[in-house]
């Protein structure tokens, strides 16, 4: 993977604004913070955060893909303050999880998620390389 920063851009905080992969693309779905059984355990939005990305791993897992592969992540919040506010430890679950900030990623904030209970989905693309 090579990160594209063009000359005299300062290096973005926690992302990246273009990478260049070849190989075999994989496309999960919007995760959200339930377990596999459709189960919510948390209204907390870091710990909803940290659910949708274990469930993104294990779908990684059956593409034979990797976190390192992921080189495009899509965050849906319902509320971008308490999203800010949750930074630390969102970004704790993420270097845990996902490892590395050498990914493209947009947060968008929207009224509701169709599960009711739902705070942040996650959506992703990886490349496996050739």
Do not use: C
């Not at 710990?47 to 992921?70: F, Y």
């Not at 971008?80 to 630390?88: C, F, G, Q, R, W």
């Not at 490892?99 to 947060?107: D, E, H, K, L, R």
């Amino acid at each position: 993977m090579q990160v594209l920063l063009p000359p005299g851009w300062p290096r973005p905080k926690g992302y990246a604004n273009g990478v260049s992969v070849r190989g075999r693309m994989v496309f999960v779905a919007g995760m959200i913070g339930w377990d596999a059984q459709g189960q919510f355990h948390t209204d907390d939005l870091a710990e909803q955060v940290r659910q949708a990305l274990q469930n993104i791993v294990e779908v990684l897992r059956e593409g034979d893909a990797k976190p390192e592969h992921i080189v495009r992540m899509t965050w849906y919040v319902t509320n971008k303050h308490e999203y800010a506010a949750a930074y630390p430890e969102i970004g704790k679950a993420f270097r845990e999880l996902i490892g590395s900030f050498n990914v493209t990623m947009t947060a968008i904030e929207v009224s509701a998620l169709i599960e009711d209970r739902a705070k942040v989905e996650i959506e992703v693309t990886a490349v496996v390389p050739d």
